[in-house]
């Protein structure tokens, strides 16, 4: 007899649940998918079946998959979902009690965290931040507090006008859980959503120009979109905007406001080439960027995380949001209290590469000369 007692709860349930989820199967379907706990194989020999048949196919496949899947659909799929549809919720509590009960036991997941507001990013240890912090070859910090203005850029362009280039669903969540993060690792967020590769630009140079970088330690610049190898797109398939465009504008000679300080690019967006009649993306040497005469490198402690290799796809979750972010949010949460950037990159660059199907992120132009630790709670 199996020794998990939610595997028995579908078990005995399996018919009534069978008609309670036939009404939103292909979400739950999608929401399974999203959290990995079918591979996406699976997924579509499911997706392939007749929907009327569909609940009894996916509750066998649950329940054949033997101990703790079952819990993992309860708390990861079931109990999120019910939160957002009401009817579902009524029906499962009216007629299948048992179940119902055992859901509203069962611990959320970060992201649902997240949403209600009582998840936290792991705060480093006085006693770490106290050693670490002096290292000569560690970013200085500013202590948290009123004199400290670090800002965070959030790019996300979610629908489109060219043909071809598809609605982007699930990046909201993406920029949902990246506010949370960059609020907790106390950054302003700044969110501009559906903007073509000119106001991308303009964006990125106005946000360089930014008082406030004077009075912090270093930034976050995110960008989320469709791309090609060239680039990533604005909202036309022949708006593009190449990426050094972004390391331009943050540059020594364009962002003094953050010489010397660390400056986190990170791109999510696909790296192959369609066909296409995109422009070149725009020449990114404009003559209204003054040099400012100083003599330092031209561009320096810069890094950039992209979503995936060139000639490569990147992946996204039409319910959970792209791989990357998800991963960097869950890596942060837990390891930024002793782990420094490129650690973390690390750590987010396998959980990636792990997934089904797997991406492949890469951390290029990385020009960081220290460690750059968050320090989160200093």
Request: charged fraction near 30%.
């Amino acid at each position: 007899m199996s020794g998990d007692p939610n595997l028995r709860l579908i078990k005995k349930y399996k018919v009534h649940l069978r008609t309670i989820l036939y009404p939103s199967i292909k979400e739950i379907l999608d929401r399974l998918d999203a959290e990995d706990i079918i591979n996406h194989s699976e997924y579509i020999m499911l997706d392939e079946k007749p929907r009327a048949e569909l609940p009894r196919f996916l509750l066998d496949h649950l329940i054949d998959m033997g101990e703790g899947v079952c819990t993992r659909f309860l708390k990861e799929t079931l109990l999120p979902y019910c939160r957002e549809n009401t009817p579902l919720r009524d029906r499962l509590m009216s007629e299948t009690k048992p179940v119902y009960e055992v859901l509203m036991t069962l611990k959320t997941d970060v992201t649902d965290s997240v949403t209600s507001g009582t998840e936290r990013v792991k705060a480093s240890r006085e006693d770490f931040y106290n050693s670490t912090k002096g290292e000569e070859y560690v970013y200085r910090v500013r202590p948290r507090g009123p004199a400290r203005q670090r800002q965070a850029l959030i790019i996300n362009n979610m629908n489109f006008t060219g043909e071809g280039l598809l609605k982007r669903n699930g990046s909201e969540e993406d920029v949902k859980y990246l506010v949370w993060l960059f609020k907790e690792l106390d950054y302003t967020p700044i969110v501009h959503k559906d903007q073509s590769a000119e106001e991308i630009e303009n964006l990125v140079k106005k946000f360089a120009k930014m008082d406030e970088h004077m009075h912090s330690d270093s930034t976050f610049v995110v960008v989320m979109s469709h791309g090609c190898n060239r680039g990533v797109f604005g909202k036309g398939k022949n708006d593009l905007l190449s990426i050094e465009t972004i390391y331009t504008a943050l540059n020594n000679n364009n962002c003094p406001g953050l010489k010397d300080k660390p400056k986190i690019i990170i791109v999510q967006a696909c790296r192959v080439d369609i066909a296409t009649d995109s422009a070149a993306p725009k020449e990114v040497v404009d003559a209204n960027w003054e040099t400012g005469g100083c003599r330092v490198p031209r561009e320096s402690d810069m890094t950039c995380l992209y979503s995936t290799l060139p000639d490569d796809v990147s992946y996204r979750s039409r319910i959970k949001g792209s791989f990357l972010i998800q991963h960097l949010v869950e890596v942060m949460k837990e390891h930024a209290c002793t782990e420094h950037v490129q650690e973390l990159f690390t750590r987010v660059k396998d959980k990636c590469s792990m997934k089904d199907p797997p991406q492949m992120p890469v951390d290029e132009r990385n020009s960081l000369r220290r460690r750059f630790y968050l320090f989160p709670g200093f």
